[in-house]
């Protein structure tokens, strides 16, 4: 590259805890300042050092850039941090599966799985799931206090988990609990050693009973395309193992925001009950409002420059590794005033329907649809990687979170907001939340 590039900005840490305003204020002041460059230096978990993208329009740039590779082999040379500095949640960095793919071998993979994605599907996924809802939370009725972390947020994502892959009821526990410890645990220790062997472990449970199902799942069809050559066993484990993390991952950190969110703030508990008199789109846009400002991720899976290059006027050189700061680009106050409130009014109940679109998809909206959403949220990423299971999930969360507070229209936080514990740093989830079911 020619010029000399100006001097940088003093790194900046990139890591805030999800619905704790202090949290939310300092990722607002640090990462979306008027006066600050649109892709800044950060300092991720670990002590690596990458460069964030914190507004939406640059945002949605780096995440459809063709000079960036999803593909750490794509780079062909080193890469800056890598491997020795590797951030705790990073199996989405090394595991062969559509995170940390590119181009065509990206979509290869997502052809494989998108049937079980599309709108149709979801359809019938959520049908099933919405029972399995009813049924948990039937289940809490009764008691004076749950957890709504354990008692409804994990059964829900081992529920959706076994549908999307396949998983025994009796397993399904075991698979969220694997999948939590190998997603939390932090590289190099001996805990994390311990949580990826029995990952793998229930990456094979998976495995054989996919080789024995007589239902088609995500599972089956990967490991038929394993058995064709169109995969190998590598990708064949990967995949399998984004796709549970990624479901119980999500689920397990979106339910429990939401609903602290409800029990902290009337408007949004009033906006997900039952006689709101905004109606169904309403009672949705309110789910949308509590997407945004709780992105199941903080920030997006890495990406790598393929060469040297600029990016928003930032001189990278090959090699460098660039994030999407989600939750900085869902606080933008150009975009959303007043950030940090939750207001339903300002988002187009079209969104939710349009978002869910996947261009793999045959039964995918329209290109009108999509033009609506460009200013949407980035909570389920955006362009090639935006989420397969963006439409189910939102959908589960919306479901999860009106069924509860319409079951239990009293239920109130029964301990000080100070005592609820978070963990984590690219996703940051609540280790409980007790809630008082009041008569």
């Known amino acids: 590259m020619t010029g000399t590039p100006s001097p940088a900005p003093r790194p900046v840490p990139l890591a805030c805890p999800a619905l704790h305003e202090r949290g939310f204020i300092a990722a607002a002041r640090r990462l979306t300042a008027p006066d600050g460059p649109a892709l800044r230096p ?7 050092r990458a460069w964030a993208a914190t507004d939406p329009a640059v945002a949605r740039g780096v995440l459809t850039d063709p000079r960036l590779t999803n593909d750490i082999r794509e780079v062909g040379g080193p890469v800056q941090g890598f491997p020795d500095r590797r951030y705790p949640e990073d199996f989405f ?7 940390s793919a590119s181009g065509e071998r990206h979509r290869g993979l997502r052809r494989i799985v998108a049937p079980y994605f599309t709108a149709a599907a979801t359809e019938r996924t959520g049908a099933r799931l919405r029972d399995a809802l009813a049924r948990i939370i039937g289940s809490l009725a009764g008691r004076d206090r749950i957890d709504i972390v354990t008692d409804l947020a994990l059964p829900l994502a081992g529920a959706t988990a076994g549908e999307i892959l396949g998983i025994v ?16 645990a932090v590289p190099g220790s001996e805990e994390a050693r311990s949580a990826h062997r029995v990952f793998a472990q229930t990456v094979l449970h998976i495995i054989g009973a996919a080789r024995r199902s007589p239902v088609p799942t995500a599972a089956t069809a990967l490991l038929h395309a394993r058995q064709s ?3 190998g066993n590598a990708e064949l484990a990967g995949m399998l193992g984004m796709l549970l993390i990624g479901t119980v991952d999500s689920l397990s950190t979106v339910v429990p925001a939401g609903a602290l969110m ?7 508990r009033h906006g997900l009950g039952a006689g709101h008199g905004g109606g169904p789109a309403y009672t949705t846009a309110v789910t949308e409002e509590i997407l945004r400002l709780n992105p199941p991720f903080q920030h997006t899976g890495w990406r790598f420059t ?3 290059c600029a990016l928003a006027g930032v001189p990278l050189p090959r090699g460098a590794v660039v994030v999407t700061s989600v939750l900085a680009a869902n606080l933008d106050p150009a975009t959303w005033p007043d950030p940090l409130r939750a207001d339903p009014l300002r988002v187009d109940p079209l969104r939710a329907d349009a978002l869910c679109a996947d261009p793999l998809c045959a039964d995918a909206p329209s290109a009108d649809a999509h033009r609506r ?3 949407g949220h980035l909570s389920f990423g955006h362009g090639p990687h935006y989420c397969l299971g963006a439409a189910l999930g939102r959908r589960l969360v919306h479901e999860a979170l009106t069924g509860l507070f319409r079951r239990f229209p009293q ?3 029964a301990v000080p907001l100070d005592e609820l514990t978070w963990h984590g740093t690219c996703l940051r989830r609540l280790d409980r939340l007790p809630a008082d079911i009041c008569a």
């Not at 950060?42 to 690596?48: D, N, P, R, S």
């Not at 009821?169 to 939390?184: H, K």
């Open 411 to 413: 239920l109130s936080l």
């Open 42 to 48: 950060v300092t991720l978990g670990g002590g690596l």
């Open 93 to 99: 960095a090394h595991a062969p599966q559509l995170l």
């Open 373 to 375: 959403t460009a200013a």
């Open 306 to 308: 393929r060469d040297d």
């Open 262 to 268: 409800a029990l902290r703030h009337p408007e949004v």
């Open 229 to 231: 050559g169109r995969i």
């Open 169 to 184: 009821p009796e397993r399904c526990d075991a698979a969220v609990t694997a999948a939590l410890a190998a997603s939390g």
